[in-house]
């Protein structure tokens, strides 16, 4: 199949990759860690001794982050991690992912990709004929719960639809498995 040399030919962008991988991962986080400062944890009222005349260290309280049992110092709160990317670097960095596949011969454009019935043992022959031995994605133009039931069984491989896939997900498997379909809606969305 003849490719469009602007998606899947484009120069291979490494920092925009990173950057956008690192905003996926960072809006996947729940941010939901807590620990206590030393005003949240119980007890500690009172001076544990006299500030002078006693030859020890001065305390104002037993729940110093400096005492076993006292608060942590800048104790973790619950917090949004997410933060957005402009779209133009989120376009490059999908180019730059495509490309990237393209580049190390990852790519396999399959004609169609349809089932009969949900079968696992259909996906892992066609899997096996196309010589994947590592993780795949497998992406179609629009949701076939065939395919899907077929291929969620398998460890290592997921599907998509192909308004649905994402930088990292190119990026993490081994294998990218499209249908033609699928490679020309691509097309009509990053030209």
């Known amino acids: 199949m003849e490719l469009s040399e602007n998606i899947f030919g484009a120069k291979i962008n490494e920092h925009v990759l990173y950057e956008v991988v690192k905003n996926q991962l960072a809006n996947k986080r729940q941010g939901t860690q807590s620990t206590k400062t030393r005003s949240e944890v119980r007890g500690g009222g009172r ?52 490309s990237a596949k393209v580049g190390s011969n990852e790519l396999i454009i399959l004609e169609d990709l349809s089932f009969d019935a949900a079968k696992t043992k259909n996906m892992v022959n066609i899997l096996n004929n196309l010589g994947v031995k590592k993780k795949a994605l497998i992406v179609m133009s629009e949701k076939d719960d065939m395919v899907i039931r077929s291929a969620r069984n398998i460890p290592g491989v997921i599907t998509a639809v192909a308004n649905t896939i994402n930088v990292y997900d190119i990026l993490k498997y081994d294998n990218f498995i499209i249908t033609k379909a699928a490679v020309e809606k691509v097309e009509e969305v990053y030209v």
């Open 47 to 98: 001076k544990p001794w006299k500030q002078k005349g006693t030859g020890r260290a001065r305390h104002g309280t037993i729940r110093s982050p400096l005492w076993a049992g006292g608060g942590v110092t800048f104790a973790p709160k619950p917090r949004d991690y997410s933060y957005t990317v402009p779209k133009k670097i989120k376009r490059i960095a999908m180019k730059s992912a495509l």
